[in-house]
């Protein structure tokens, strides 16, 4: 399996402000995927972190809003933009590796804005 | 468009008391069905992936098992500990589709 650190592992923001989420895995993985979990609520995939590329946001995110990077195969971050209290959730690093067998997940980061 | 469905919400069970978890999934093209244990406050823990009907994989007191349609998780003479929440999600073009999840509370 990946071990998976997500720093912070939790943020209390004023609103309009900017929170920047990394996630680093202790070994090479092709595939780094950000998700959110509203409270209550299950997973929703936000974005493929694509190494040396752009990444590939899914419908309702937009780049602007959540700009991520990965600057290699081992880390990647998520940054949050001008918050409002509805961006309060848990936002999780996903991580897999070629041929898709297994998906591993860190242990999110619970960022509540006030 | 690709659906993922548990059922149920909410699970109370004794405990000794067996039960399953239904995932019924909708997808163009199944790359695996994946299911996983959250504990309140933490990320997914990884569980089984099921790649095709007729598949049964087994940890501990858990068995999982998967139809065309649809997955069961077995849940065997439950303890305590087993208490939290079981999510279901399929693969399809490299990204996960997550159900609601069945929240699983063992009552000693």
């Known amino acids: 399996s990946a071990v998976i650190s997500q720093k912070p592992s939790r943020d209390i923001c004023q609103r309009g402000t900017s929170l920047t989420i990394q996630c680093q895995v202790d070994?090479?993985?092709?595939?780094m995927f950000w998700y959110r979990q509203q409270p209550g609520q299950s997973l929703t995939l936000i974005a493929t972190?694509?190494?040396?590329?752009?990444?590939?946001?899914e419908s309702g995110f937009v780049i602007d809003k959540f700009p991520i990077s990965r600057p290699n195969l081992t880390f990647s971050t998520l940054t949050v933009s001008n918050m409002s209290p509805e961006d309060s959730s848990i936002y999780l690093c996903s991580v897999g590796r070629q041929g898709d067998s297994e998906a591993f997940f860190g242990q999110g980061t619970r960022l509540t804005v006030v | 468009e690709d659906q993922v469905t548990q059922s149920p919400e909410a699970l109370r069970l004794q405990e000794g008391e067996s039960s399953s978890l239904n995932c019924s999934y909708t997808v163009s093209g199944l790359r695996g069905l994946f299911w996983y244990r959250q504990d309140p406050g933490k990320g997914p823990e990884f569980l089984f992936t099921l790649y095709s009907a007729g598949e049964e994989k087994e940890k501990e007191r858990l068995k999982a098992t998967l139809t065309k349609k649809e997955s069961f998780l077995h849940i065997t003479a439950p303890k305590p500990e087993d208490s939290a929440t079981y999510l279901c999600?399929?693969?399809?073009?490299?990204?996960?589709?997550f159900g609601q999840g069945t929240t699983l509370q063992v009552k000693p």
């Open positions: 972190a694509n190494q040396g590329s752009e990444a590939t946001y």
């Open positions: 999600a399929v693969l399809n073009t490299g990204k996960l589709i």
């Open positions: 070994s090479q993985v092709t595939m």
